[in-house]
């Protein structure tokens, strides 16, 4: 089964612009595993922000957008807010089966 | 408005059954997955289930394989979710999603423990 590796936690000054990323073990990343990126705040459910690698969800600020970098997924975050502050997971779909990344930590300081 | 909502989650002996609901209103795709994915305390979102719309094409994750069975009668009726063989790492805040393009419910909570 394949395992996603996300950067543990990442730190971005508020106003600034982080990259989280997500590579898979089995190779590079394609539009092909569909990816999804989510937002998870402590005591709520999770939120999706990226489906399908780019494609916004209606409640997605527009700081936030979904890329291939590379042979990873990508979650870029442009001019971050201190309620940007939160958990964030990346997913794939690999023949039908999902598999979820470890999360990154977002701190916003 | 998309609503999704999970019932049925509970405390259950090690061994016991449990069978959690997602009801799904509001949307106007046709086609998606519905998705069980869980979250035990202080960990990341793990992967459980899918069906799709039609009710068709169940997968599972190797964890939950034999054990858990999700189906659903037709596109107006909720997914469910049969949990039988529960085990204490099984207990976790379960979610039901809708994918494309990802609508979340609040999640329940099972707890399996003597």
């Known amino acids: 089964q394949a395992v996603l590796t996300q950067e543990p936690s990442l730190t971005v000054s508020p106003g600034g612009t982080v990259t989280l990323t997500c590579g898979s073990n089995?190779?590079?990343?394609?539009?092909?595993?569909?990816p999804y990126w989510f937002q998870q705040k402590p005591g709520q459910a999770p939120r999706t922000l990226i489906y399908d690698t780019t494609f916004k969800h209606s409640w997605t600020p527009a700081r936030f957008s979904g890329s291939l970098i590379g042979d990873k997924a990508a979650l870029t975050l442009s001019g971050a807010q201190p309620e940007d502050e939160a958990d964030y997971y990346c997913m794939f779909v690999y023949g039908g089966l999902v598999v979820f990344g470890g999360g990154t930590k977002l701190t916003v300081l | 408005e998309v609503q999704v909502v999970e019932s049925g989650g509970g405390l259950v002996q090690p061994g016991g059954s449990l069978r959690l609901s997602c009801a799904v209103s509001?949307?106007?795709?046709?086609?998606?997955?519905v998705d069980w994915v869980r979250q035990a305390p202080g960990k990341g979102l793990v992967w459980v289930s899918r069906?799709?719309?039609?009710?068709?094409?169940?997968k599972y994750a190797d964890s939950v394989k034999g054990r858990f069975t999700i189906s659903r009668d037709n596109a107006k009726n909720p997914v469910y979710l049969q949990m039988d063989s529960l085990r204490a790492e099984d207990t976790a805040v379960y979610y039901c999603?809708?994918?494309?393009?990802?609508?979340w419910g609040q999640g329940t909570l099972v707890t399996v423990s003597s």
């Open positions: 509001g949307t106007s795709a046709t086609t998606y997955w």
């Open positions: 069906i799709h719309s039609d009710g068709r094409f169940a």
């Open positions: 999603s809708i994918l494309p393009p990802g609508d």
């Open positions: 089995t190779g590079a990343v394609t539009s092909g595993h569909y």
